[in-house]
């Protein structure tokens, strides 16, 4: 595939000349690029691409990621506790930076042009990272091994590195669930096998997204764990260069969809004109404001019908004496669609809110889990084995159960529930719950085996490292539930006008998760190094309690599930408007999906 170089006016202007809107059937899934030239647009071949651009910018981004936790202690000397507060600092603010994406790409910029300013600000995070690692870190050549001690950082380099890795986590966490919505709208809505792509590319997205973080951590975390870490930083760096070319390179036949405004102005509207009205009794369905036709007043958005839930807000769109006498004001009356679009987002808030804790359990694989291998007799013959390449087992673990998952639990569960899907995505998530609990449990008697094992006046323990493999391989069933679960719901219950929002909240909950794992231990260390204790975390595990901090999050997550399940029951899904034309297609959709799965 040849590489297409673009300058930001042009992509911009290639973003503004190849828009379209949900719902406009294009004749063969075609889009007029110039007079008189005509060329197919999405379908699966973009939307590979776009998962081969997925794995290679992930690759880049683990390459710094799974390894940063003993890059801080071993290169910068930080305390454990204090590097895995770090860590979790850090990766959180990956992860919040994904709304950042999802608002510019909703609001202003679209999809195409903000996963291509973000990749580009990957790419130079990369480039000043291996710039400080190769003058001013990594001194002398090969510390930082475990064995070589470094020479102290100058200022200059501490504030590069910083700098070099938080715009790493600008540009990966804006780009990924843009990319993600941009995957998905390569599939025409008026296409009945639509629903069924998207479903399989979102399954696909998160595979990709673990094949491309294989290699980061086995190759890349043995390069950099024996003390070769510019190198490491390098390959992510020209992974992350790779990624980006691919990506302009399928500009031209993109399917593209339009910006449908700031969505805060739109959601603020209805609670403002709804306590205007606050004495002014709800009108009934027939009667609430909407436009006329089948256009939506949201550009670039389906109409969504009326719901019973948060009745308050129909308020907003009750017309009263006072809305006849002039033009139509937002702030006064919106219409239901409008209502509808603030009504989804107050009723995926709980469920989402339900799933940060699951992120607490994912963020201890960077971090508390490779310290606590880092402890472990880890010796294979003559070869050593980084701690943190056992997060290995975890990717192999969610490529295996993202087959058995798809070709075993599916057939099981659809012929218990009769649903062609097998499990809802909530019950996939509630399911991803009980396993990740699990998982913390495992890791807790880990870590009570490897502490029976510690000899006097030993650093390590003489348990294997191998003890660690089925806390991972359960960390990593439970992502194919809960994480897959996530994109499939965030992604299918929130309105048109706000996709890449509901994609970034899979990646906005990860943020929560890492900033409440920082709080937790900061809490737990404060707690108990009263008195002159060592603490739960110690910078010496051997004279802590790692394993009581796994059990603690084994019960938050325990008393998480049981208000996620009210959560779940309560909820009720989007209900979008459709025409005839519509009904017969959701119709079709409906046949294609219960035919595909049987």
Request: glycine content about 8%; some cysteine; hydrophobic content about 45%.
């Amino acid at each position: 595939m040849d590489d297409i170089e673009y300058s930001t006016d042009e992509i911009e202007k290639k973003a503004d000349e190849e828009i379209i809107s949900f719902g406009k059937i294009e004749s063969g899934n075609e889009n007029q690029h110039s007079p008189g030239k005509r060329k197919k647009c999405g379908g699966w071949k973009l939307a590979s691409l776009l998962l081969v651009n997925q794995g290679l910018a992930t690759l880049a981004f683990f390459g710094v990621g799974v390894n940063l936790v003993l890059l801080l202690t071993r290169v910068l000397d930080q305390d454990n506790a204090v590097a895995a507060n770090n860590v979790s600092k850090w990766t959180g603010t990956v992860y919040l930076c994904s709304l950042i994406g999802a608002f510019l790409s909703d609001s202003y910029w679209g999809r195409y042009l903000t996963c291509a300013i973000f990749q580009l600000i990957l790419v130079l995070g990369l480039g000043l990272l291996s710039f400080a690692s190769w003058f001013f870190l990594i001194s002398p050549t090969g510390c930082g091994d475990g064995m070589k001690l470094c020479n102290t950082p100058s200022s200059v380099g501490v504030v590069m590195f910083y700098l070099s890795i938080y715009l790493i986590a600008l540009g990966y966490g804006g780009h990924q669930p843009t990319v993600a919505t941009l995957g998905a709208d390569q599939f025409d809505d008026s296409n009945p096998n639509a629903v069924i792509s998207k479903a399989a590319f979102l399954s696909s997205f998160y595979f990709a997204l673990n094949v491309g973080s294989l290699f980061s951590n086995t190759i890349l975390v043995y390069y950099e764990d024996s003390g070769k870490w510019t190198l490491g930083f390098l390959v992510s760096f020209g992974a992350a260069i790779i990624a980006l070319l691919l990506y302009l390179s399928g500009t031209s036949r993109y399917r593209y969809v339009k910006a449908s405004g700031n969505p805060l102005p739109r959601v603020a509207q209805v609670f403002v004109a709804a306590y205007r009205k606050w004495g002014v009794t709800p009108a009934t369905v027939d009667a609430l404001y909407e436009v006329e036709g089948t256009e939506s007043a949201i550009k670039g958005s389906r109409k969504i019908l009326h719901s019973n839930d948060f009745k308050f807000l129909d308020k907003a769109a009750t017309i009263t004496s006072m809305d006849l006498r002039g033009p139509n004001n937002p702030w006064k009356l919106c219409t239901v669609t409008q209502v509808e679009e603030a009504k989804c987002v107050l009723k995926m808030l709980p469920i989402w809110l339900c799933t940060i804790i699951y992120s607490v359990i994912f963020t201890q694989m960077a971090s508390l889990f490779v310290e606590q291998g880092d402890v472990m007799a880890s010796k294979l013959k003559n070869f050593r084995i980084p701690a943190a390449s056992m997060s290995a087992f975890d990717i192999c673990s969610v490529l295996i159960w993202t087959g058995v998952y798809r070709h075993v639990v599916v057939p099981m569960s659809r012929s218990l529930t009769g649903n062609p899907k097998g499990l809802t995505e909530l019950q996939r998530m509630g399911t991803g719950l009980i396993i990740g609990m699990i998982a913390m449990v495992a890791a807790g008697v880990t870590e009570i085996q490897r502490l029976k094992s510690v000899s006097p006046g030993s650093k390590k323990s003489s348990l294997s490292i191998f003890w660690q493999v089925p806390q991972y391989v359960l960390v990593g069933a439970s992502e194919v539930f809960m994480y897959v679960g996530q994109l499939e719901f965030f992604n299918g219950q929130a309105p048109d006008g706000i996709k890449s929002f509901g994609s970034s909240l899979c990646m906005a909950s990860m943020s929560l998760g890492n900033y409440v794992s920082s709080l937790l231990i900061n809490i737990v260390m404060e707690v108990t190094t009263r008195d002159g204790g060592p603490g739960w975390i110690p910078d010496d595990l051997n004279d802590g309690h790692l394993d009581r901090f796994y059990f603690l999050i084994a019960g938050l997550t325990a008393v998480d599930f049981i208000i996620y399940v009210y959560c779940a029951k309560w909820y009720n899904g989007i209900n979008l408007d459709t025409s005839e034309n519509g009904i017969q297609l959701e119709e079709q959709q409906k046949e294609v999906l219960a035919s595909l799965m049987s």
